[in-house]
């Protein structure tokens, strides 16, 4: 599929620090040491809706580590996929009385402008559920020749005990992970099956529903195996980080890497990275609550997309934090700010806000720390901090520079 246009981004003068991201499955910070390009995976969205904040958020949190480690002297390997046949995606279709495809198509090309105005980097490859069906039949026969694949009815399931280390990335109890699954997605009381907690990889044909040929008899892909497969086929069967939303850790990401660990043999992805929930009046921000401020609204209302993205960035992205109107406005004012002190030419000395900036970015994506940074450039520059040096005569230029290449907002 085609993803999204690249903007251009700066070098900076010099190199960043090596990139620390948390892991979900161990609890810790790691130093990510990527042999060759880092390869990175983020799980896209299901387009049965436009972009909101909170998407958003979890792909600007996934940009800096991509930018992060551009900076620190690496090639990255970003793939990112598009769930383009799936339950809400096909239900929401049938309930607005639209074409599936046409749907997923409209909501898909919306996102790629919101992120092209977010100056998000696109992924390598942008990659579908629907035209990586010979991928995801080729990952079930794998997992069926491991012994982990059982029919119920005409559907094909996993067998999660098949992977040794299952539960080592949620690492919840069974309890919580039954309830869990069954919020998301799960079907855990299903009649046939061996664990409440398999999942499904191939839904047999259903009446008025798409279906493809397989050599499992005619159906689609299951949501979890779609992952494996495309970062399997795109990145290697091992990779840096799986990236996505804390609402991704179980069943998803549980489930993705313990079928490409069965299949394999080997650790799907060193790091598993998850950004915090958006909300908006007081609940997570999801299309199934209807609380949402769309990206693409903002934009229809001429907010400038570079506030939308400081905004983001004033969280923590491992944070859970509700977004609100007058958040925004404090960006467009802060940004006005900003673009006065870069509009000067010199100020305040450029280096130690690169360093302080990079050194932030690559210590767990700390982007309120960089912002922090920035504003105390700006302050001194302007002098609304009192008296402060101003003797660097080219520091707006590498400013400009960093906020670009570092936090990717271009002043
Ligand atoms: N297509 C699957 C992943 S393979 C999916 O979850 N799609 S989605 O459209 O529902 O979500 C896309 C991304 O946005 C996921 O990483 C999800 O974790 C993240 N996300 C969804 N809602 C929020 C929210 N309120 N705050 C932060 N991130 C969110
Ligand atoms: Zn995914």
Redesign the pocket.
């Known amino acids: 599929m085609r993803a999204w246009s690249v903007p251009d981004v700066p070098s900076l003068p010099e190199p960043g620090p090596p990139v620390r991201i948390h892991d979900t499955s161990t609890g810790t910070l790691v130093e990510t040491s990527p042999e060759g390009p880092a390869r990175l995976y ?6 049965y809706d436009a972009t ?4 958003a ?3 600007v949190a996934f940009d800096l580590l991509n930018r992060a480690w551009r900076v620190a002297g690496h090639d990255v390997n970003y793939v990112q ?3 383009d046949v ?1 339950d ?1 995606l096909l239900e929401r279709a049938t309930k607005v009385g639209i074409d599936w495809q046409a749907l997923a198509e409209r909501e898909t090309e919306l996102f790629r402008q919101d992120m092209e105005a977010l100056r998000v980097l696109p992924p390598m490859s942008y990659v579908g559920a629907v035209e990586s069906i010979p991928l995801v039949t080729a990952l079930i026969q794998r997992l069926d020749d491991a012994g982990a694949i059982y029919r119920v009815d005409d559907d094909l399931y996993y067998s999660v005990g098949a992977d040794p280390r299952f539960g080592e990335i949620s690492r919840m109890e069974r309890d919580e992970m039954c309830l869990v699954f069954a919020e998301r997605g799960g079907d855990p009381d299903r009649e046939g099956k061996r664990d409440p907690l398999d999942c499904v990889v191939w839904t047999a044909e259903r009446e008025g529903e798409p279906s493809w040929d397989s050599p499992f008899g005619r159906g689609r892909p299951g ?1 979890h195996i ?2 494996a497969a495309i970062a399997k086929e795109h990145l290697g069967e091992s990779f840096d980080v799986q ?6 850790v179980f069943p ?1 990401h549980e489930m993705s890497a313990g079928e490409g660990q069965v299949a394999s043999g080997a650790d799907f992805a060193r790091v598993y990275a ?6 908006y009046d007081g609940e ?4 199934s609550r209807g609380n949402l401020v769309f990206v693409s609204q903002l934009r229809n209302s001429d907010i400038d997309p570079m506030a939308i993205r400081l905004a983001l960035l004033r969280h923590h992205y491992r944070e859970n934090w509700e977004w609100t109107d007058q958040a925004l406005f404090d960006a467009v004012d802060t940004l006005q700010q900003w673009r006065s002190a870069l509009s000067l030419g010199g100020g305040a000395p450029a280096a130690p806000v690169v360093s302080a900036v990079t050194a932030a970015l690559a210590d767990d994506l700390d982007a309120p720390v960089a912002v922090a940074a920035v504003q105390a450039w700006v302050d001194a520059t302007l002098g609304t901090s009192g008296p402060a040096d101003k003797s660097d005569a080219a520091a707006a230029d590498v400013v400009r520079d960093l906020l670009d290449a570092s936090l990717g907002l271009a002043l």
């Open positions: 983020v799980c896209g969205i299901t387009p909101h904040i909170g998407h958020a979890t792909y996929n598009v769930t799936d809400p949501w779609e992952c990236g996505g939303g804390s609402d991704l998803h998850h950004a915090g929930m958006v909300a997570k921000m999801s299309k």
